[in-house]
């Protein structure tokens, strides 16, 4: 079946620091990647995707390339703000309508001032 | 953007009841919602999957006749925990997904069973 495994925080950094979560998965055929992140208190908000080999995903900041030789998705940002503290989740899935996601564990990033 | 509501945000319960939980797709008309659930500290597993006006899929190892779930418009679909236990105490989150390959989470509802 489909796997996605992300570094285990907590990922503790301090202002204007280099950021990176890695992300790797297992799966059949050609998927969709995403990085969620979920602030204290919200949903899940999508933060960027990518939907085949060698697309980079990018918004507020945030990178990922989707690396299909490595399986990977790593996220990157160059200089976190505090504002960046929140839950990081990759995830996978396929399709139009009905895009069924897998999760990896999350990753909790603290910024400190 | 899209915006997905969630009711109650939390609710407690005793043991041997029942709770209702609502997601409403506020803006949009969705066709698949989809129901996760989020164990502290941990990811969300996703419980099954709705499509307006027909039966949800189960994912494998969840009990469909203990998690009742109902999509009856394009905007709202609701999941039933039936006599709940303190196992199922947990944070449920459900999405609405759109034609355009993306899902919208609602901010999840925490139960407490007690």
């Known amino acids: 079946g489909n796997s996605v495994t992300q570094m285990e925080g907590p990922v503790t950094l301090s202002e204007e620091a280099f950021l990176t979560i890695n992300c790797t998965y297992t799966?059949?055929?050609?998927?969709?990647l995403f990085w969620y992140v979920q602030y204290p208190g919200e949903g899940l908000q999508l933060l960027l995707k990518?939907?085949?080999?060698?697309d980079k995903g990018s918004n507020k900041g945030f990178e990922a390339t989707y690396r299909k030789e490595t399986t990977s998705f790593h996220l990157e940002k160059g200089s976190v703000q505090v504002s960046d503290s929140a839950v990081y989740f990759c995830a996978l899935g396929y399709g139009a309508a009905g895009n069924k996601l897998t999760f990896g564990g999350g990753t909790r990033v603290l910024v400190k001032p | 953007g899209a915006v997905v509501s969630q009711h109650p945000s939390w609710v407690i319960c005793k043991s041997g009841t029942s709770v209702k939980i609502e997601c409403r797709s506020l803006d949009f008309q969705a066709t698949t919602m989809f129901w996760y659930r989020q164990f502290p500290k941990q990811s969300l597993m996703l419980m099954a999957t709705?499509?307006?006006?027909?039966?949800?899929?189960?994912e494998q190892g969840v009990e469909k006749d203990k998690f009742l779930i109902n999509h009856a418009s394009l905007t709202l679909s609701t999941l039933t925990v039936t006599s709940a236990h303190p196992e199922d105490s947990s944070f449920y989150i459900c999405?609405?997904?759109?034609?355009?390959?993306?899902?919208?989470f609602g901010p999840g509802t925490r139960l407490t069973v007690l």
């Open positions: 709705s499509n307006e006006g027909s039966k949800a899929t189960y």
């Open positions: 799966a059949t055929g050609y998927p969709s």
């Open positions: 999405s609405a997904g759109t034609t355009n390959n993306e899902q919208f």
């Open positions: 990518a939907t085949k080999a060698d």
